[in-house]
T-cell receptor
Framework: GAVVSQHPSRVICKSGTSVKIECRSLDFQATTMFWYRQFPKQSLMLMATSNEGSKATYEQGVEKDKFLINHASLTLSTLTVTSAHPEDSSFYIC????????????FGPGTRLTVL | DQQVKQNSPSLSVQEGRISILNCDYTNSMFDYFLWYKKYPAEGPTFLISISSIKDKNEDGRFTVFLNKSAKHLSLHIVPSQPGDSAVYFCAASVPQGGSEKLVFGKGMKLTVNP
């Protein structure tokens, strides 16, 4: 199957700093990537849809100015958590699907963010 | 509004027995359903899927059943193995632009005891 990577896998930062998380499709091009957040004991929550070459589409309740998404190429999307606070601590996961796997999303390994 | 519901948070079965994981949905626009398996601190991995035009799909030990009239699907694992212990997410997809948007249930923790 297709491979999606994320970097870093784990990050610890101080409150008020910004953190960038990268999502890469390693062996396919993805015009669309998705960013999810998982809270403890809760489901994966879709945060936004990252569109290559255009603005991201954010889900209701997700602050676009806080969670900046840049989909600069067909293999890379970045999520920047700006002015991070302890409540932003979570597990962030991205996904993408190749055109020939229309119905299946391939997920990255996730990034554990801890804000002190 | 929880469009995909996994009402049981956990299930414990004995090795060799059948595991049945249930999922209900509310949105009739969903056209594809998927099950994902997730270990702690890892991204979900795809298990099995089913199109809305089918009622059953089987892949080895895993079978997914879809009852559209009841808006219900289930995942059967038989025989269950200790390595199947994980959190299982039911997901439904709906077209969004040129891709598919996934809506997840809250997940169910399966424990298979040796």
């Amino acid at each position: 199957g297709a491979v999606v990577s994320q970097h870093p896998s784990r990050v610890i930062c101080k409150s008020g700093t910004s953190v960038k998380i990268e999502c890469r499709s390693l062996d396919f091009q993805a015009t669309t990537m998705f960013w999810y957040r998982q809270f403890p004991k809760q489901s994966l929550m879709l945060m936004a849809t990252s569109n290559e070459g255009s603005k991201a589409t954010y889900e209701q309740g997700v602050e676009k100015d806080k969670f900046l998404i840049n989909h600069a190429s067909l293999t890379l999307s970045t999520l920047t958590v700006t002015s991070a606070h302890p409540e932003d601590s979570s597990f962030y996961i991205c996904s993408a699907n190749p055109s020939d796997y229309y119905n299946e999303q391939f997920f990255g390994p996730g990034t554990r963010l801890t804000v002190l | 509004d929880q469009q995909v519901k996994q009402n049981s948070p956990s299930l414990s079965v004995q090795e060799g027995r059948i595991s049945i994981l249930n999922c209900d949905y509310t949105n009739s626009m969903f056209d594809y359903f998927l099950w994902y398996k997730k270990y702690p601190a890892e991204g979900p991995t795809f298990l099995i899927s089913i199109s809305s035009i089918k009622d059953k799909n089987e892949d080895g030990r895993f079978t997914v059943f879809l009852n559209k009239s009841a808006k219900h699907l289930s995942l059967h694992i038989v025989p269950s193995q200790p390595g199947d212990s994980a959190v299982y997410f039911c997901a439904a997809s709906v077209p969004q632009g040129g891709s598919e948007k996934l809506v997840f249930g809250k997940g169910m923790k399966l424990t298979v005891n040796p």
